[in-house]
């Protein structure tokens, strides 16, 4: 079936360390949308990206939509313990507005 | 800030007992979602309602799992009987787009 692959599945960084996670798919997308999660808690939305080559920035999170609109990424500048926790990226295919398909997810650890 | 609202938090069951979930959704959202997640994976869709009707259970076990939102609002979610393999969480997600908000799961283990 579609699949939308994300790497790597585990990072562990020092605090102060930049990180990135990379989300592709095989199939052109409509759009990508990126959540978090933290241990223990529920998926919590972060952002949507709809046109190709977007970049989008929250604080020290910059989000980009490939020009091809078949892969993304997610990336933390200067992490601290509260970016703790999988993200996970998520897409609607070109055409499909119906089923969100999620990637494994990254999961993140920040020595203090 | 608006909701989703999921109940119970935590289930403990025997297996072959029958178990159900509830979720409220955010008031207004015609979308439903029931997700189950395994510990260390992604959210995998059981069923997907649009007001009260099923748009997509392709990965629902219908021999054992059933799930209703018979007014469009809230919505339960069944097991019966449940195995020890259905021990995961499981979330409720509502959306009136493309964005999908989450409740806060229910637990389930399965002794």
């Known amino acids: 079936g579609q699949q939308v692959m994300q790497i790597p599945q585990y990072q562990h960084v020092q605090e102060g360390e930049d990180f990135t996670t990379y989300c592709n798919s095989s199939?052109?997308?409509?759009?990508i949308q990126w959540y978090k999660q933290r241990p223990g808690g529920h998926p919590v939305f972060l952002i949507q990206l709809v046109k190709s080559g977007e970049v989008k920035k929250q604080k020290r999170l910059t989000f980009q939509f490939g020009e091809a609109k078949k892969n993304s990424s997610l990336h933390i500048t200067a992490t601290q313990t509260t970016d703790v926790g999988t993200y996970f990226c998520a897409a609607y295919n070109a055409g499909n507005n119906r089923k969100l398909i999620w990637g494994l997810g990254t999961s993140l650890a920040v020595n203090p | 800030e608006a909701e989703v609202a999921q109940s119970p938090r935590y289930k403990i069951t025997e297996k072959s007992q029958a178990v159900a979930f509830w979720c409220d959704p955010i008031s207004g959202h015609a979308t439903l979602y029931w997700y189950r997640q395994i510990l260390g994976q992604g959210p995998e869709l059981l069923v997907q309602f649009q007001d009260e009707s099923v748009v997509d259970d392709s990965q629902l076990p219908k021999d054992r799992f059933s799930a209703e939102r018979l007014k469009g609002v809230d919505s339960t979610l069944k097991i019966q009987p449940a195995e020890l393999g259905d021990s995961a969480m499981y979330l409720c997600?509502?959306?009136?787009?493309?964005?999908?908000?989450f409740g806060a799961g229910t637990r389930l283990s399965v002794l």
């Open positions: 199939t052109t997308l409509s759009n």
């Open positions: 997600a509502s959306s009136l787009g493309t964005i999908q908000y």
